[in-house]
């Protein structure tokens, strides 16, 4: 049971992942990946945005 969850964490909760993996699919978004899963790279370009990032070099 988990009693405190972060806000990041929280935001993520709002999307479901299930609905995600099926619009990749529909859309064969990770036919030519070669490194992140798509669910992956969205949840790190949504943290790079509530971070407000200018660049990547801030986010590693």
């Known amino acids: 049971m988990v009693r ?6 929280q935001i993520v909760g709002f999307f479901d992942r299930n609905q995600f993996a099926r619009l ?3 859309h ?3 036919r ?3 490194g992140f899963k798509c ?3 969205f949840v790190s370009m949504l ?10 070099r ?3």
């Open 4 to 9: 405190h969850s972060s806000f990041f964490s």
């Open 24 to 26: 990749v699919s529909e």
């Open 28 to 30: 064969d978004a990770e």
């Open 32 to 34: 030519n990946s070669k």
């Open 39 to 41: 669910w992956d790279h």
């Open 47 to 56: 943290f790079c945005q509530i971070a407000q990032a200018k660049s990547l």
């Open 58 to 60: 801030e986010i590693s």
